[in-house]
């Protein structure tokens, strides 16, 4: 047997010791950036529509704009035919999305499930690399939230999506800033 029980207790304990003094060295940047995360979730559930409709907006933005950054430099340099395609789906789906944002934002609900699946597996590797840690549990918590509020999404409530989406982006911001506030409560100083 390679690794004795000694072994993996001396290994979790110096893991452990390790992330603690990480959590200490930067305790004031994970504070500030859990209060940030609270701030944003509690505004995010406050205006749910708004935020759900900002959100899309934002994305076909970026979109619009990267797809016209990303056809400027394939003309430019004669890349690929595969990077103006590329472009022009970038373009496409921006406009789309900024020209008929409420019918796209229902279409967006489908990605955010998509989204919210991958995070929540993503956050719960993360709550099991703390796991060593006091408070751990809150990550996990976090992680385990975000795959319930996930699944209603793939189940579906048409009725309800637009302000759905806005609060499950509510949730997934506040649990996540909370988790990260947990983990530094009582670390020292």
Known sequence: MLFTKAAMTADTGTL???????LRNHKAKYIIQGLIFVIAGVLAASMPAATALNVELLVGAILLLTG?????????????????LSAFLSIGIGVLMLWKPFPV?????????????????????LAFQFRPLR???????????TLVLAAILWIGF????????????AANLLLYGLSLLMLVWRVGA
């Open 16 to 22: 452990s010791m390790r992330l603690e003094e990480e």
């Open 68 to 84: 016209i950054l990303q056809m400027a430099l394939t003309i430019r340099s004669r890349m690929h035919w595969w990077s103006a």
């Open 105 to 125: 934002l229902l279409a967006f609900v489908t990605l955010l499930a998509l989204f919210m699946t991958l995070e929540g597996i993503f956050e719960l590797f």
């Open 135 to 145: 408070n751990w549990n809150w990550m996990l918590f976090s992680a385990v939230i």
């Open 158 to 169: 048409p009725a309800f999506d637009i302000l759905y989406l806005g609060w499950v982006i």
